[in-house]
């Protein structure tokens, strides 16, 4: 029985700095439950002095317990331990999670612990796989391009998915022989602090990996700009990383992997195949997370022919669909994060429809989640390109509906100004998938599927404005090592 009373959860509110739960007098944050509205709970607001204690704390147990120029293996042997606690520990994380995000608990133990857990060990395994490079060199010389960590990496993740945001940026960071500072988004910010206590408890150095709770404008900007940090891992909004990018540039010049917004097309030709199932694609594509995912497939280009039959499922899908608290087992759909969150997609819903959009399904709140904002899965059609809710990141479970004749038509419509995080293309035609895949400026391209799998392996990453580097794949491992050239005169 996964349903629980959420009532009746213990769990810390504070830092957790050098192994250590601290409760600190800074200001205080309340924090709320989306599935109805409750607060429940209080962080502190860290700010500079907060900051200072965990960065500094960070760069002093990285060098004296050895992290950092310990074997690699030994590291990776540290982090498959931490895995297979954060697995051991799924029934109490996993209500941490369900309790304060949007992740509905089912959803959170099949799916979010164990990707969590396997994105560590992924990175376990790389600790000792990648090496230098030997360089070709004058005779009597040698060159070498050495690889070492940078020191204390920063990490500041969003609230949609807070566990695997958290490995993403730890494991490799870790795995590298880094520090990490993590600062959990405000809105959910308890489940990371089980999370790092379980990689004490698995043997990582006390102090190794410290996180720091806050508001972003007041405790992130000061983790960005401490001089002590080395390196800027983040995830979340694009105007957000433009900032980032600015305060990186404060106290030394840092690097800074930024995996931000989206606004991802999907791209179905005629001959994408049975429309039944490409409309159950198209709907987990734009409905997973109440729509709040970076990822997520909110704009369908459609050819002409295969559009009636696909949209009559999806407006089905729509209709089938139904919210339940976060904390209940038989629960699907996630609530949207919060009344600010409800305000602005129900907001850019109206002005959809005042630049010509028509709702086909959905378009309003759930009537009986008075306290929770559960917004029913929405398809908005009538849209021309430049129609707000076609441009705008809106971050919840509403689709556009656009259509084409042609390749070239579809391709452009795909197209996003801003935006080049993903997009999906559905068609039987490998000659046509491929022209599509050349053409998109989209960080990632998905063939008739939409979604990641659990290959690690595979890095993501948007162009444009949704991002510079990788997170997963080998890339974000070696962004987290700084190259040292050696050149050897014998
Ligand atoms: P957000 O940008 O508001 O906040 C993200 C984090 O940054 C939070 O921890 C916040 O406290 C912090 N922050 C805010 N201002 C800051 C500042 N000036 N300095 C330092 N830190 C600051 O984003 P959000 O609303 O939490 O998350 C939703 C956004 O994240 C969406 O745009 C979504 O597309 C994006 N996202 C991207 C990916 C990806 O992989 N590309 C994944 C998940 C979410």
């Given at each position: 029985?996964?349903?629980?009373?959420?009532?009746?959860?213990?769990?810390?509110?504070?830092?957790?700095?050098?192994?250590?739960?601290?409760?600190?007098?800074?200001?205080?944050?309340?924090?709320?439950?989306?599935?109805?509205?409750?607060?429940?709970?209080?962080?502190?607001?860290?700010?500079?002095?907060?900051?200072?204690?965990?960065?500094?704390?960070?760069?002093?147990?990285?060098?004296?317990?050895?992290?950092?120029?310990?074997?690699?293996?030994?590291?990776?042997?540290?982090?498959?331990?931490?895995?297979?606690?954060?697995?051991?520990?799924?029934?109490?994380?996993?209500?941490?999670?369900?309790?304060?995000?949007?992740?509905?608990?089912?959803?959170?133990?099949?799916?979010?612990?164990?990707?969590?857990?396997?994105?560590?060990?992924?990175?376990?395994?790389?600790?000792?796989?990648?090496?230098?490079?030997?360089?070709?060199?004058?005779?009597?010389?040698?060159?070498?391009?050495?690889?070492?960590?940078?020191?204390?990496?920063?990490?500041?993740?969003?609230?949609?998915?807070?566990?695997?945001?958290?490995?993403?940026?730890?494991?490799?960071?870790?795995?590298?022989?880094?520090?990490?500072?993590?600062?959990?988004?405000?809105?959910?910010?308890?489940?990371?602090?089980?999370?790092?206590?379980?990689?004490?408890?698995?043997?990582?150095?006390?102090?190794?990996?410290?996180?720091?709770?806050?508001?972003?404008?007041?405790?992130?900007?000061?983790?960005?700009?401490?001089?002590?940090?080395?390196?800027?891992?983040?995830?979340?909004?694009?105007?957000?990383?433009?900032?980032?990018?600015?305060?990186?540039?404060?106290?030394?010049?840092?690097?800074?992997?930024?995996?931000?917004?989206?606004?991802?097309?999907?791209?179905?030709?005629?001959?994408?195949?049975?429309?039944?199932?490409?409309?159950?694609?198209?709907?987990?594509?734009?409905?997973?997370?109440?729509?709040?995912?970076?990822?997520?497939?909110?704009?369908?280009?459609?050819?002409?022919?295969?559009?009636?039959?696909?949209?009559?499922?999806?407006?089905?899908?729509?209709?089938?669909?139904?919210?339940?608290?976060?904390?209940?087992?038989?629960?699907?759909?996630?609530?949207?994060?919060?009344?600010?969150?409800?305000?602005?997609?129900?907001?850019?819903?109206?002005?959809?429809?005042?630049?010509?959009?028509?709702?086909?399904?959905?378009?309003?709140?759930?009537?009986?989640?008075?306290?929770?904002?559960?917004?029913?899965?929405?398809?908005?059609?009538?849209?021309?390109?430049?129609?707000?809710?076609?441009q705008e990141e809106i971050f919840g479970p509403v689709l556009t509906v656009q259509y084409f004749d042609d390749e070239e038509e579809g391709i452009a419509l795909a197209q996003h100004r801003n935006y080049g995080l993903c997009a999906g293309v559905h068609?039987?035609?490998?000659?046509?998938?491929?022209?599509?895949?050349?053409?998109?400026?989209?960080?990632?391209?998905?063939?008739?599927?939409?979604?990641?799998?659990?290959?690690?392996?595979?890095?993501?990453?948007?162009?444009?404005?949704?991002?510079?580097?990788?997170?997963?794949?080998?890339?974000?491992?070696?962004?987290?090592?700084?190259?040292?050239?050696?050149?050897?005169?014998?």
């Amino acid at each position: 029985m996964l349903s629980f009373d959420p009532d009746n959860v213990s769990f810390c509110t504070g830092n957790y700095i050098d192994g250590q739960h601290t409760q600190q007098n800074y200001g205080q944050i309340e924090v709320s439950r989306p599935s109805d509205g409750k607060a429940y709970a209080t962080i502190p607001e860290s700010g500079i002095d907060g900051v200072a204690d965990a960065v500094e704390i960070a760069e002093t147990k990285r060098i004296s317990s050895g992290w950092s120029t310990c074997s690699p293996r030994q590291r990776g042997a540290i982090l498959h331990r931490w895995a297979d606690l954060i697995e051991e520990d799924a029934a109490y994380l996993g209500q941490l999670e369900a309790l304060g995000s949007t992740r509905p608990i089912t959803d959170v133990i099949n799916h979010e612990i164990p990707f969590t857990a396997e994105a560590i060990r992924f990175y376990a395994e790389c600790a000792d796989k990648y090496s230098g490079d030997l360089l070709p060199t004058r005779k009597d010389s040698l060159g070498m391009l050495i690889p070492e960590p940078y020191g204390v990496v920063a990490a500041i993740t969003p609230w949609n998915f807070p566990l695997s945001m958290a490995s993403w940026k730890c494991g490799p960071a870790l795995a590298a022989g880094n520090a990490v500072v993590l600062k959990p988004s405000e809105l959910t910010p308890f489940s990371t602090l089980r999370l790092a206590e379980l990689a004490v408890n698995a043997g990582l150095p006390a102090g190794v990996l410290n996180i720091v709770q806050g508001s972003g404008l007041t405790t992130g900007s000061a983790l960005v700009k401490h001089p002590l940090i080395r390196k800027v891992s983040f995830t979340g909004s694009t105007v957000t990383g433009a900032q980032i990018m600015s305060d990186a540039g404060f106290n030394g010049m840092k690097p800074v992997t930024l995996e931000l917004g989206g606004k991802s097309p999907q791209l179905v030709f005629n001959d994408a195949g049975d429309p039944a199932e490409i409309a159950q694609r198209i709907f987990r594509g734009f409905t997973a997370n109440g729509g709040q995912a970076c990822v997520a497939g909110t704009r369908l280009i459609i050819q002409r022919d295969i559009a009636p039959a696909l949209l009559d499922h999806l407006i089905v899908l729509c209709q089938q669909c139904l919210p339940g608290n976060t904390w209940l087992e038989t629960s699907r759909y996630s609530p949207l994060i919060d009344s600010r969150q409800g305000n602005k997609v129900q907001s850019l819903i109206r002005q959809s429809c005042l630049e010509g959009g028509e709702i086909l399904a959905g378009g309003k709140r759930f009537d009986h989640t008075e306290e929770g904002w559960f917004w029913q899965p929405t398809l908005l059609t009538s849209v021309e390109q430049d129609n707000c809710a076609v441009q705008e990141e809106i971050f919840g479970p509403v689709l556009t509906v656009q259509y084409f004749d042609d390749e070239e038509e579809g391709i452009a419509l795909a197209q996003h100004r801003n935006y080049g995080l993903c997009a999906g293309v559905h068609t039987q035609r490998l000659s046509v998938a491929m022209r599509a895949m050349q053409s998109l400026n989209s960080g990632t391209v998905w063939i008739n599927r939409y979604g990641r799998s659990g290959d690690f392996i595979i890095p993501t990453g948007g162009f444009m404005g949704s991002g510079i580097g990788k997170d997963l794949g080998r890339q974000a491992f070696q962004a987290c090592q700084r190259q040292k050239s050696v050149l050897i005169d014998f």
